[in-house]
């Protein structure tokens, strides 16, 4: 497989959008892989750190319950179930055998060998759960190997989750900037760097069916309608992280549960003006802030701009860098 195929496969992404719906997907992600690139992924935000990750991000709010509206619906809010689950259940969901990935040197492995890759017995670090979506993060038993994981809330009805599974072994040199001592940021030039499948930032979406062609002024109008809209993160970073306070777009701030740098977070809010007009001007809102803090409540980073690396020397979230990555 060439290194341009795993810089980008949309293809993969795109699949595993279509895992979350009713019906099973009918190709395996090798098959999807192996297409290479159709189009970028419709979630964008700007000019971020998420430009610098080489796979589509995975999931999508709209998306989850394809088909489960009428054509001719506007946007709709899909069925919410109740947010209670157990560190068990998620496990378990977690663990099904259903679109996992982990990408080795320049191929990758099957679904069931990088699920095996996670031992009998993964650990639950961390996990978010929200009405309709639950992120984690799982260590493997030996602790070679971590998953980030997403799944909706109905684990009787026949929808898929998505799990991909990285090298606990990832790192980067060291740096100071700013007088603080940190990691040089991650980059797509990094001779090591194979391909990763994670955003490194807060996502946004709506909970919405749109019923108009895609990325057009009326989609985005449309979309902007929702009554709500919902964020998701899941990431691992360098194990000083020991806490992390999001702002959402509408200015609301909440913490993420971490665990030595292991990550997630949902966040879900009624749509307000000012967010919606994000939305239909098609500008994807994003975090308004980002705070990483050390285990004695230090601040490592207040990052006000989170997904841009700044231009003049100063720090950033990007120098706390996302460990979801394949390298060689």
């Known amino acids: 497989m060439s290194n341009e195929t795993l810089m980008d496969p949309q293809d993969f992404a795109e699949r595993l959008e279509r895992g979350f719906g009713l019906e099973p997907p009918h190709a395996p992600a090798e098959e999807d892989l192996r297409r290479g690139r159709r189009r970028l992924r419709r979630r964008r935000t700007g000019a971020s750190l998420a430009a610098l990750a080489t796979v589509g991000v995975i999931g999508a709010g709209a998306s989850l319950v394809p088909g489960l509206l009428g054509s001719d619906a506007a946007p709709q809010l899909a069925p919410a179930t109740a947010a209670s689950i157990t560190p068990e ?85 060291r740096a100071t900037v700013a007088g603080v001592e940190a990691y040089q940021p991650s980059s797509e030039s990094d001779p090591r760097l194979v391909a990763t499948a994670e955003p490194s930032i807060p996502q946004f979406e709506t909970p919405c069916l749109v019923d108009q062609l895609e990325e057009t002024p009326a989609w985005y109008a449309e979309d902007a309608k929702c009554p709500e809209f919902t964020m998701h993160w899941n990431d691992r970073r360098p194990d000083e992280v020991a806490a992390v306070r999001i702002t959402a777009p509408d200015g609301v701030s909440t913490w993420a549960d971490v665990k030595r740098g292991y990550l997630s977070w949902t966040y879900q809010s009624t749509m307000t003006p000012e967010v919606a007009a994000e939305v239909a001007s098609g500008e994807m809102p994003s975090a308004r802030r980002v705070v990483f803090y050390d285990k004695d409540g230090n601040v490592l980073v207040d990052d006000r701009q989170p997904g841009h690396i700044p231009q003049d020397g100063s720090i950033s979230i990007a120098n706390f860098p996302s460990l979801a990555w394949w390298l060689r």
Request: glycine share 8%.
């Open 89 to 173: 259940e998620i496990v378990a969901t977690c663990m099904r055998k259903e679109n996992v990935l982990h990408v080795k040197g320049d191929d990758y492995l099957d679904e069931s060998a990088s699920l095996a890759l996670m031992g009998a017995e993964p650990r639950l670090m961390t996990s978010s759960v929200i009405a309709g979506r639950t992120e984690a993060t799982l260590l493997s038993g030996d602790g070679k190997y971590w998953g980030s994981c997403q799944f909706r809330n109905a684990p009787d009805n026949g929808v898929k989750n998505a799990m991909t599974v990285f090298s606990t072994h990832v790192a980067f040199p």
